[in-house]
């Protein structure tokens, strides 16, 4: 994703229009990130809320004719790897104690448990991978750049997790 | 039974049912102090670094094997009054392949404007993608290895560096014809010699635009088998190691990457010229998967290519087949990358690009005969500053 230099330059004049542009096109991306790491949703939309603020806080340590996109998601990975490490124990929650969650949610208890089965079987990396992929629907290539990691370690990675998730949904091999 | 299609709904359906909608209240005031620096930015930019220093010692790693097997293995003079190597032909071709190797090697893991296009067409499955994957960060180095096939000068010069007693200079071409210079520094630590061998232990740093690299490089003999061992060593337990060893006639590198103790790759090349063409074979095991590839250069309607065969088992999937590798620039851009023909056995043909790893001011190389071209290896002015590298790499 391209995010206007124009748009950066305005929220470093703290126009909220822009934030506003910046945080509905890149919302989903850094939710990805933050959740992938942190493995619960309420810890996730905390810590993807002070996200947003490192951003606003870094914003003129952001180089131009970088690429924003990716510079915003290494943050939110950070960020949320530090929060993890700070505070393992509020991260670890239960994974089945989600009921909170559930109220907002528009998904099913059975959903929500399948998912965080899958979820949980997946390394950090497998789930950055995986999420990225499949909800933001980046290309291979262009997680191996936010993640850092060689293109062909991220096909690696992410090849890996599908065997793992398929083995544990009971994955039908007439899908691929 | 769950399918593919429902995890990934499940997935999405799950993480889209949590971002929050709310735009969350700004507080302006953080940006007044946004001078302070943000450790994580830079903590997360510390594995591209890695990365990066891995890659190009890597390279590093093949032209120090290369100028050691030049300098000791046919050369039974002390470093320090070596002759140009180019006055031996059995010399000069040896040169002429490490060289070629390792100038190759060291600028495919250059970071460079990636190219805006991504893979034609990409519909091959995942094994088949990997069968390309594996070999991508060698293009480079087979690309001029096979490529230009002559235009490989290694020059022996008086070291302008008074830590070290010996310079060598390499020069060589990629597919396009760019020149790729190389600078090397380095002292003998010892060197003794026999009836029929010789045995040496060098020292020094390699020098590629603004990159530099300690090395230790050694040459001995085991077993009645010369071996030439090079370690690079990028922070403490973290090394590239390569092993290079003429066993019945041929030659092979091994090539082992080192990273937080752990091997993290290992490779082997071997390089054969039959009937004036050079041929690279290429084999890599990982685990239970494996690849060969066989690499040569033709010249089709005009364009400078490489032609590859290739067998590979990835994920228990045996795959067989051709690929042709060619150079695509931009016309806008001007940035290069490669377009790879894949024609597998048993499945359709396909496309695929590649980003090409090479600077894009190689046209501005120096050159080696120029010494106002010379970077001084000490001259803090002529370091770029490495993140600035790395954040091109990021566009």
Redesign the interface.
């Known amino acids: 994703m391209i995010i206007n230099q124009m748009y950066i330059e305005k929220i ?1 004049n ?1 126009d ?1 229009e822009a ?2 542009y910046i ?2 096109h890149t ?2 991306a850094v ?2 990130v933050v ?1 992938a790491v942190a493995k619960n ?1 309420s810890v ?2 905390d810590i ?2 002070e996200v ?3 951003m ?6 952001y ?1 131009e ?3 924003f996109f ?2 915003l998601l ?2 939110a ?3 949320a790897i ?1 929060q993890y490490r700070k505070d393992k124990r509020k991260l670890n929650l239960d994974i089945n104690d989600y009921s909170e ?1 559930l109220i907002s ?3 099913g208890p059975d ?2 448990d ?2 965080m089965r ?1 979820i949980d079987i997946l390394d950090e990396d497998e789930r950055l991978v ?2 990225l992929k ?2 933001e629907e980046l ?3 262009e997680i191996a ?1 936010i993640l ?5 370690t991220v ?2 990675i ?2 890996n997790a ?1 065997k793992k ?2 083995q544990e ?4 091999d007439e ?2 | 039974m769950m399918k593919k299609s429902e995890i990934v709904k499940l997935f999405k359906s799950n993480i889209e049912a949590h971002i929050p909608t709310s735009i969350p209240q700004v507080d302006w005031s953080m940006l007044a102090s946004s001078q302070q620096n943000i450790l994580e930015i830079k903590e997360t930019r510390r594995p591209a670094k890695i990365i990066f220093s891995f890659k190009a010692v890597l390279a590093t790693v093949f032209v120090m094997a290369m100028v050691i097997f030049g300098i000791g293995l046919f050369n039974n003079q002390p470093i320090a009054v070596v002759q140009n190597p180019y006055t031996n032909a059995i010399y000069k071709d040896t040169l002429s392949v490490s060289a070629v190797s390792t100038a190759t090697l060291m600028s495919n893991y250059i970071p460079t404007p990636v190219s805006t296009n991504q893979a034609l067409s990409f519909i091959t499955p995942l094994a088949s993608t990997e069968t390309i994957t594996t070999i991508e960060p060698y293009l480079g180095m087979i690309e001029t290895v096979t490529g230009q096939n002559a235009g490989i000068t290694t020059t022996n010069l008086e070291s302008d560096n008074a830590l070290f007693e010996s310079k060598v200079l390499l020069s060589t071409f990629d597919l396009l014809g760019n020149r790729i210079n190389y600078t090397l520094y380095f002292n003998t630590i010892s060197y003794s010699e026999s009836e029929n061998e010789s045995t040496f232990e060098i020292e020094g740093i390699f020098l590629y635009k603004s990159y530099q690299f300690d090395f230790v490089g050694r040459k001995e003999i085991e077993d009645d088998e010369e071996i030439i061992t090079f370690k690079t060593q990028s922070g403490t337990s973290n090394y590239v190691e390569s092993i290079y060893k003429v066993e019945d006639n041929e030659s092979k590198y091994s090539i082992v990457i080192v990273e937080n103790d752990q091997i993290i790759s290992q490779s082997k090349i071997k390089i054969v010229d039959e009937n004036d063409e050079r041929k690279i074979d290429f084999e890599y095991v990982d685990g239970l998967n494996y690849g060969i590839y066989n690499f040569k250069y033709e010249v089709e309607n005009g364009v400078n290519l490489l032609r590859i065969e290739y067998q590979t088992r990835i994920s228990g999937i045996e795959e067989s087949g051709s690929m042709k590798v060619e150079i695509k620039i931009d016309p806008l851009t001007n940035v290069t990358s490669y377009q790879i023909f894949v024609k597998p056995d048993n499945e359709e043909e396909y496309e695929y690009e590649s980003d090409r790893h090479v600077d894009d001011d190689d046209e501005d190389e120096e050159d080696p005969e120029d010494p106002e071209d010379e970077e001084d290896p000490e001259d803090p002015e002529d370091e770029e500053d490495p993140e600035d590298l790395e954040d091109e790499e990021d566009n």
Do not use: C
């Open positions: 470093k703290k909220e934030f506003e945080y509905t919302k989903r939710y990805s959740f949703h996730a939309e993807m809320q947003y603020m490192k606003i806080q870094s914003i003129h340590q180089k004719n970088t690429n990716n510079w290494q943050i990975r950070h960020h530090d969650v949610s528009q998904i959903e929500e399948q998912f899958m995986v999420i499949v909800v290309k291979h290539r750049k850092e990691k060689p293109l062909g096909i690696w992410y090849q599908m998730l398929k949904g009971g994955y039908d899908e691929e």
